[in-house]
């Protein structure tokens, strides 16, 4: 089961597109307000070697964002996941620093350089008015930990639903573009691989082997 992650993100920002009765949101952490980077569990047993604690700095470290308008942060997250709609993915960029607040803590962050990704457009089909909720999902995708999907990583988080009531304008021109002022957190987390069934097979024939050798 993956751990739930405080992934600590999201600047998203946001302008209207009132005419096609959409929205677009630029996902990104580096220009939030809070500058919270992605970083990996602080305890050493749920972190890669050293890395207990730190900012995420790989860019094969990859981010997804999840949206479903209204407001949906009451919610499991299986059940926001199932209405929700799958949006853009990022990576970590490894040449933005690691200035910022780390869980809460202003100024700098304590987990070092990285943590941060680049912004990409998401486009809110459907959207006119009123709250949209959100999750955000990040994995490493490469190394003995990583794969291709969120599912597929043993080294993975994802972020506490949250809401957003201003999210976009849609009158007249574009305003200046807000940051989203509820940004939760997230961290990276290691998972033990399940046994596959061949191998439980093969520990279930040894022990039966060792079992018949004892009785004979």
């Known amino acids: 089961m993956k751990k739930a992650i405080v992934l600590s993100i999201l600047g998203i920002t946001a302008s209207g597109i009132s005419a096609f009765g959409q929205g677009a949101i630029n996902f990104g952490n ?66 933005y620093n690691g200035a910022g607040s780390y ?36 994995w490493e995708t490469a190394g003995p930990n990583g794969g291709a999907t969120y599912a597929a990583s043993h080294l993975s988080g994802e972020s506490a639903l949250w809401m957003e009531t201003d999210v976009v304008s849609t009158t007249g021109a574009p305003p200046p573009t807000p940051a989203f002022a509820n940004n939760p ?24 082997m060792f079992f018949r050798r004892k009785n004979v």
């Open 30 to 95: 580096y220009s939030s307000a809070s500058y919270e980077p992605v970083y990996y569990n602080p305890t050493a047993s749920s972190a890669p070697a050293g890395l207990a604690g730190k900012n995420a700095n790989t860019p094969t470290t990859e981010v997804q964002l999840f949206y479903a308008i209204g407001n949906l942060t009451g919610d499991s997250t299986s059940a926001f996941l199932a209405a929700a709609t799958a949006g853009v993915t990022t990576f970590i960029t490894t040449s």
């Open 103 to 138: 869980m809460g803590l202003p100024a700098t962050s304590t987990g070092g350089v990285g943590g941060y990704f680049s912004p990409v457009e998401q486009i809110i089909a459907g959207w006119s008015s009123g709250p949209v909720t959100f999750l955000a999902q990040a």
């Open 185 to 208: 957190a997230i961290e990276l987390s290691l998972s033990v691989p399940e046994p596959t069934t061949m191998a439980l097979g093969g520990l279930g024939l040894a022990a039966l």
